[in-house]
């Protein structure tokens, strides 16, 4: 199929692959024959029908593509041919010479058993049949890993090839049938290829049986994995082995170690005295439903080395915990990394709906292109694929939620909430804040997982992701409040600036406060070492605005100074910086039992007289000693002790500060 894009040179062109990546048509491997022509007045892409990532819906060919102009035009589009259009599932007599051309070559007929299905091939080398894996690429059989259970044996006169259903790694069901194309030579040189293909009442194995294939105890069969059934869980006990070769079958069809699922999935793998005991929730990553029940599949290794597998199964009627209900008969969503995917009955596509945050119904027909849904039809069913930065999911206790309302050809209408977990999106502190006072950190609609990662927040109802309020953050920012009662008298936060440059701002003010937001390393900032620990300082100055008389100034502003301090360990600024605010006392005058500090510059080593503030400044040679005292003052207690950690020294037009006293 071919397809016509904007006569304007393309920046970038990128297609939906299986496991619902956008991949640059460019990157794409050499034998998915895509084809990108960009020529003068018009620009095509051509695909074959059989390339690695074009599926099969609703019997069509279709592909999604995505694309971006140097003019920044962008667009959006599903390419799509009937499979009438494309090759035959399963081929003709070929009409090639052979050496024997009065003997056709037999058309091979698929045989359906409980578990399994065959097929009877015409003579000729077994190197030379293939099958179609789930990449749609052809895998000789012979070189198909040994957990797939495949058996190709040569027998007179014919090739024999067996395969289990659902438990193998690349049967595939299509309208409600299991289906494996296979492609082989016969010994007169004909390429033919047959598509294998079972009603799916034919029949999935609930229990493995005992691999066919010699172990070193051939007299002690390999034991039958049973599946237990509980009120939220299932459980299988494995035959003793090792625990890195037990994998299961993600959404994606792959094969993935149980070890290294991730650990919201919430599976359990332990090894027992009698063999591995594997427990998987009804409601996790990779179980999924079919023929109303929950599916698992497992693949194993014992110790004797043999391959087996288990296909987990039970009934959807067992009980479920209230926070995860069943979503309703025809529905189910499916989680990936970075979307989750809606199966909904069949009904009209205009007819489907979402909730966003206003509570208001838009229809996801109409919801613009920017939000990222998409919407097909399959197979009987509305497909629905949602990112999870899409417009109107919300994050709602470390789940993703959205609410879908739709109405089936028969004009029952239906309402579900579908919910993926939030991988390691765990709140951290300082995120509790108003929205009236949240910066964001970011582009608009980054991902939910990547915020969280940079140390920023999430927001529950909108996804935004905002910086933590009081914190220096991982990209080095200062981000603080001060509020209009934080001083007596009150303060206007519209007259706070940055002490040494007053073009910064706060970047939101109400008459209620102000929120800043600025580098580290900017606003003349003052930065000194402290052993280990960086130490970046600014202060918050309120500009007094007054009215100038003949005897003075008349001002309804007070004298206002705020110290705020970021603190970074050795090495990167990644998460280790924390706050530290120092409000300065508004005068000198201090009440009986408060506690205040004061630095005293004595003459001599006696620590006696002390120079008056009438004689700061004051000027010393270089090489001089100075004397500093650190005092308290109205201790409420006689022993208390003050330890002083550091105390520094700049001038106001330097961005760097002297340590003068260290650890005494």
Same mark, same amino acid.
């Given at each position: ?11 970038? #062109? ?10 640059? &048509? ?59 259009? @494309? ?51 052809? #895998? ?14 040569? @027998? ?32 007169? @040189? ?14 999935? +194995? ?88 929950? #599916? ?34 025809? #529905? ?35 919801? +613009?292109?920017?939000?990222? *849904? ?25 789940? *993703? ?46 991902? +939910? ?32 409040? &001060? ?112 506690? @205040? ?29 100075? *004397? ?37």
């Amino acid at each position: 199929m071919v397809l016509e894009l904007p006569k304007e040179p393309l920046k970038r #062109v990128l297609f939906l692959d299986k496991s619902n990546q956008w991949v640059a &048509v460019i990157d794409a491997p050499e034998y998915c024959n895509y084809t990108l022509s960009q020529g003068i007045g018009r620009n095509f892409f051509i695909t074959p029908y059989t390339a690695c990532d074009v599926r099969i819906l609703n019997k069509n060919y279709v592909l999604k593509l995505w694309y971006l102009t140097t003019g920044g035009e962008k667009g959006y589009v599903l390419m799509k041919c009937p499979t009438s259009a @494309g090759e035959p599932t399963e081929a003709p007599t070929p009409t090639t010479t052979t050496r024997k051309p009065t003997e056709p070559v037999p058309i091979a007929t698929t045989i359906c058993r409980a578990s399994t299905m065959m097929v009877v091939l015409p003579p000729g080398p077994l190197e030379e049949v293939l099958l179609m894996d789930k990449s749609n690429n052809l #895998v000789p059989v012979k070189d198909a890993p040994k957990y797939c259970n495949y058996s190709l044996v040569e @027998g007179e006169g014919r090739n024999i090839f067996i395969t289990p259903y659902v438990t193998t790694c690349d049967v595939q069901i299509v309208n409600n049938s299991y289906v494996l194309t296979l492609h082989y030579t016969t010994t007169e @040189g004909v390429f033919v290829s047959v598509g294998m293909k079972c009603p799916t009442s034919a029949g999935e +194995p609930t229990e493995a049986p005992t691999p066919k294939t010699t172990t070193k105890k051939p007299t002690e069969p390999v034991p039958i994995a049973t599946t237990i059934c509980r009120a939220s869980t299932m459980m299988v006990v494995l035959p003793p082995g090792p625990l890195e070769e037990v994998l299961l079958i993600d959404q994606s069809n792959n094969r993935v170690p149980v070890n290294d699922a991730p650990k919201y999935c919430n599976y359990s793998l332990v090894e027992s005295e009698g063999g591995n005991i594997f427990t998987t929730p009804y409601t996790t990553c990779d179980v999924k439903i079919l023929n109303k029940n929950y #599916v698992l599949t497992l693949h194993y290794t014992t110790t004797e080395g043999v391959f087996g597998y288990v296909g987990m199964k039970c009934p959807t009627s067992a009980t479920l915990p209230t926070r995860s209900p069943l979503p309703p008969f025809g #529905v189910s969503v499916i989680c990936s990394d970075t979307c989750m995917t809606v199966e909904l009955p069949g009904g009209l596509l205009e007819d489907i709906q979402l909730m966003d945050e206003s509570n208001n119904l838009v229809a996801v027909a109409s919801a +613009p292109k920017t939000c990222g *849904y998409s919407l097909v039809r399959g197979n009987g069913k509305n497909i629905l694929t949602a990112p999870y930065n899409a417009c109107n999911v919300k994050i709602l206790n470390n789940f *993703y939620i959205l609410r879908v309302l739709y109405t089936t050809l028969t004009g029952q209408h239906g309402d579900i909430h579908a919910k993926c977990p939030v991988p390691g999106l765990v709140p951290r502190e300082g995120c509790k804040i108003p929205r009236s006072q949240q910066v964001a950190c970011g582009p608009p609609n980054a991902d +939910p997982q990547l915020c969280v990662a940079n140390g920023c927040c999430v927001d529950a109802t909108t996804s935004q992701c905002y910086y933590p309020l009081d914190a220096c953050t991982a990209d080095g920012h200062f981000v603080f409040a &001060v509020y209009r009662t934080s001083t007596k008298p009150e303060i206007d936060p519209g007259s706070l600036v940055i002490a040494g440059n007053q073009s910064c701002a706060p970047v939101i003010c109400t008459p209620d406060f102000a929120i800043f937001k600025f580098p580290v390393t900017g606003c003349g900032t003052h930065a000194f070492m402290v052993a280990e620990t960086t130490i970046y300082l600014a202060e918050v100055h309120g500009m007094v605005r007054g009215t100038g008389q003949v005897y003075g100034e008349i001002t309804r502003d007070s004298s206002y100074r705020l110290q705020v301090e970021c603190r970074y360990g050795k090495g990167s600024l990644a998460s280790t910086g924390y706050l530290v605010v120092n409000p300065l006392p508004p005068s000198a005058a201090l009440a009986f039992g408060s506690l @205040g500090v004061r630095l005293r510059i004595a003459t001599d080593a006696s620590y006696t007289t002390f120079h008056p503030l009438s004689h700061l400044p004051l000027r010393f040679l270089l090489g001089s000693k100075v *004397y500093l005292e650190v005092q308290l003052i109205n201790p409420p207690d006689p022993n208390v002790v003050l330890l002083v950690h550091y105390c520094i020294a700049y001038p106001q037009s330097s961005q760097s500060a002297w340590v003068i006293l260290y650890e005494g």
